[in-house]
């Protein structure tokens, strides 16, 4: 809880930014996961738990059905996209071993002043 009644209080609720999915300059970002964040770490096991989503839903809120939607329609997306960065970089190294006999001689070259 907040002591929003406080100046302090209030000036923490003045910081506060809260976003319904991700915001713009954000969006377009990769994302990572944070190891040292993870449920399966920080929580004992047996703990229980629960979900942000299922709470605001349990209050109120009215959009969990379209965050579901749109999260299934950017899981599909994603899967196309990580689909056709496998088949890219195995293409990559398919003419990198087709073209190995023939950068041979410059390789040696490049080996020589000192670079991999």
Same mark, same amino acid.
């Given at each position: 809880?907040?002591?929003?009644?406080?100046? $302090?209080?209030?000036?923490?609720?003045?910081r506060?930014?809260?976003f319904e999915g991700?915001?713009a300059?954000?969006?377009?970002m990769k $994302?990572?996961?944070?190891?040292s964040?993870l449920?399966?770490v920080k929580?004992?096991? $047996?703990?229980?738990?629960?979900?942000?989503? $299922?709470?605001?839903?349990?209050v109120?809120w009215k959009?969990?059905?379209?965050i579901?939607?749109?999260?299934?329609?950017r899981?599909?997306?994603s899967?196309?996209?990580?689909?056709?960065? =496998?088949r890219?970089?195995d293409?990559r190294?398919?003419?990198?071993?087709?073209l190995?006999?023939?950068?041979?001689?410059? =390789?040696?070259?490049?080996?020589?002043y000192?670079?991999n």
């Open positions: 809880m907040v002591p929003h009644k406080t100046k $302090r209080g209030k000036e923490a609720l003045q506060l930014k809260c991700i915001p300059p954000y969006d377009k $994302r990572m996961v944070v190891p964040a449920r399966v929580l004992k096991p $047996r703990r229980t738990f629960c979900e942000l989503s $299922r709470i605001s839903h349990e109120g959009y969990q059905d379209v579901a939607t749109l999260e299934a329609k899981k599909v997306k899967k196309l996209f990580y689909n056709k960065k =496998q890219d970089q293409l190294k398919q003419a990198a071993q087709n190995a006999k023939k950068l041979e001689p410059y =390789q040696k070259v490049i080996e020589s000192g670079f």
